[in-house]
Nanobody
Framework: QVQLVESGGGLVQAGGSLRLSCAAS????????MAWFRQAPGKEREFVAA????????YYADSVKGRFTISRDNAKNTVYLQMNSLEPEDTAVYYC????????????????????WGQGTQVTVSS
């Protein structure tokens, strides 16, 4: 059983920064991709960014490209999401997700393709 625990959310002004963390309980070799999704009130959960656990390959949604950076620390079994130049439109609950099999770029962006989820952390950006 893989457990994911997010932290680092909070309230920040527009233009500010936050760093989210996702600590994973399982051995790293069992998780091929780690990803961040977000869900704003009244909207569907959407893909934000993904990273391979061993290779460091990353992929981003167009809406966050150039502002957000996903990274990982294998020694700590932790994935991070550095969020800069935050906008009110980034306000959402941010979720960490993991999958244990290889995926296409299309599949990486689908929440149904991930078998493990954290509980979420709230990010609120004020204007």
């Amino acid at each position: 059983q893989v457990q994911l625990v997010e932290s680092g959310g909070g309230l920040v002004q527009a233009g500010g920064s936050l760093r989210l963390s996702c600590a994973a309980s399982a051995h790293t070799f069992s998780m091929y991709y780690m990803a961040w999704f977000r869900q704003a009130p009244g909207k569907e959960r959407e893909f934000v960014a993904a990273i391979t656990w061993s290779g460091g390959w990353t992929y981003y949604a167009d809406s966050v490209k150039g502002r957000f950076t996903i990274s990982r620390d294998n020694a700590k079994n932790t994935v991070y999401l550095q969020m800069n130049s935050l906008e009110p439109e980034d306000t959402a609950v941010y979720y960490c997700a993991a999958r244990t099999t290889i995926a296409t770029i299309h599949e990486l962006q689908l929440r149904t393709e991930y078998g493990y989820w954290g509980q979420g952390t709230q990010v609120t950006v004020s204007s």
